[in-house]
Nanobody, 123 residues
Framework: QVQLVESGGGLVQAGGSLRLSCAAS??????MGWFRQAPGKERDFVIT????????YYADSVKGRFTISRDNAKNTADLQMSNLKPEDTAVYYC??????????????????WGQGTQVTVSS
């Protein structure tokens, strides 16, 4: 019942754009975030948005390049990535909190995770 389904990953050249989508089910009034993980590395925060959309936090590495949006009526959230760099290459995970409506940059605050989608940026 409670799940997140991601889509939109792929291969893109440096400087290009890509949009990831996350569809949620079984949740209400939830905070939403995106994290990424490169092979052998720790999962890193990317961006998060509160239920109302009033609060958005960005990792410094993506600020000005990535944007998050959500449509609560459709229970979807998109990560729009532009001016992609090779260092953006990672598996991207969407995450939601069944407990909080407030945006948070800490991974441990999220209890529902998508399966991950690969984003590869070539030089």
């Amino acid at each position: 019942q409670v799940q997140l389904v991601e889509s939109g990953g792929g291969l893109v050249q440096a400087g290009g754009s890509l949009r990831l989508s996350c569809a949620a089910s079984g949740l209400s009034r939830y905070a939403m975030g995106w994290f990424r993980q490169a092979p052998g590395k720790e999962r890193d925060f990317v961006i998060t948005i509160s239920w109302s959309g009033a609060t958005i936090y960005y990792a410094d590495s993506v600020k000005g390049r990535f944007t998050i949006s959500r449509d609560n009526a459709k229970n979807t959230a998109d990560l729009q990535m532009s001016n992609l760099k090779p260092e953006d290459t990672a598996v991207y995970y969407c995450a939601a909190s069944s407990r909080y409506a407030i945006a948070d940059t800490r991974a441990e605050m999220y209890d529902i995770w998508g399966q991950g989608t690969q984003v590869t940026v070539s030089s």
